[in-house]
């Protein structure tokens, strides 16, 4: 079992940024990939990046290539999302997920492991 806790959302203007944080506990984190996801109101949840067990590859949406980056640090069992030129667009609350898969994931049912999500809010 991994417990996940994401904290770093908020209130930004277009063009600002911001940096998510998820912080892990339970299994061996580096046996994790972790991911993170998006759910705005009246829309399924998508994906948004994921990066495997030792951090080396990386994948991305369309819609965030270019301005968002995942990172992991396995030494403090912590998943970071970094993210620049912010649009309205991406207002949703955003999810930490982590998959024992060691394949590159970008569909929601891949993840077995869920944080609470926190809220991020883009204003024009």
């Known amino acids: 079992q991994v417990q996940l806790v994401e904290s770093g959302g908020g209130l930004v203007q277009a063009g600002g940024s911001l940096r998510l944080s998820c912080a892990a506990s339970?299994?061996?984190?580096?046996?994790?990939?972790m991911g993170w996801f998006r759910q705005a109101p009246g829309k399924e949840r998508e994906f948004v990046a994921t990066i495997n067990g030792k951090g080396e590859n990386t994948y991305y949406a369309d819609s965030v290539k270019g301005r968002f980056t995942i990172s992991r640090d396995n030494a403090r069992n912590m998943v970071f999302l970094q993210m620049n030129s912010l649009k309205p667009d991406d207002t949703a609350v955003y999810y930490c997920a982590g998959s024992g898969s060691i394949f590159t994931r970008t569909s929601p049912g891949s993840y077995d492991y869920w944080g609470q999500g926190t809220q991020v809010t883009v204003s024009s």
């Open positions: 339970g299994r061996t984190f580096t046996n994790i990939r």
